[in-house]
């Protein structure tokens, strides 16, 4: 299986490299579009700021490769947030796979939310073996309003979606590569779309 994550200077791509790498599979770093376009699989990551992420996916031409992608893709935080329509961090326009939009955490908790929380209402294949309440590892100060593509929510001054699917295209907020073992039952999961 070839499995490329998309290097495109916005993320902690190394430490999903090495989850892969545990599961016995050597993920590819690479921006090449012809490398992405013919992977088995591709992993969206990104941490950092949404308005500078997205002018990298610009200068590359990769905001135009994304959306146009038909093997399963997963976001991973900031890749999951870039996914959707647009983003109140930096007034970012997204790449708009999932139509919903990015909110900031309001001043009523303390942002970035950061640690491990719970994720409820688990609704896909990605979740297979994973129980409600689960605790998932999330690092973020802005998060995708509850809408019809959430898997998973979670609650932290507000019910939000965790997790979105649509079509080829899932994403999570909460870091898989960072959640042990049932994070990394998430991206077996993901290996077996």
């Known amino acids: 299986m070839k499995l490329v994550i998309i290097d495109y200077g916005a993320g902690n791509i190394k430490s999903i490299q090495f989850a892969f790498k545990?599961?016995?599979?050597?993920?590819?770093?690479?921006?090449?579009?012809d490398e992405i376009r013919n992977a088995d699989k591709v992993i969206f990551p990104g941490v950092g700021e949404a308005s500078s992420a997205m002018e990298k996916l610009i200068e590359s031409g990769l905001d135009k490769v994304i959306p146009t992608l038909i093997q399963p893709v997963l976001g991973i935080c900031l890749g999951m947030q870039l996914m959707c329509n647009s983003s109140e961090e930096g007034n970012t326009k997204g790449l708009g796979i999932f139509d919903v939009d990015i909110k900031r955490f309001s001043n009523d908790v303390k942002v970035p939310q950061m640690g491990w929380n719970t994720v409820t209402e688990l609704k896909s294949e990605l979740f297979t073996g994973i129980k409600e309440d689960e605790y998932m590892y999330l690092v973020h100060s802005f998060y995708a309003e509850d809408c019809e593509y959430a898997i998973?929510?979670?609650?932290?001054?507000?019910?939000?979606?965790?997790?979105l699917h649509k079509d080829n295209f899932y994403g999570t907020q909460f870091h898989p590569e960072k959640s042990g073992v049932e994070g990394e039952k998430i991206l077996k999961n993901f290996l077996a779309l």
């Open 152 to 163: 998973a929510s979670t609650e932290y001054g507000v019910k939000y979606a965790t997790a």
């Open 22 to 33: 545990r599961l016995g599979v050597d993920a590819v770093l690479s921006n090449n579009i």
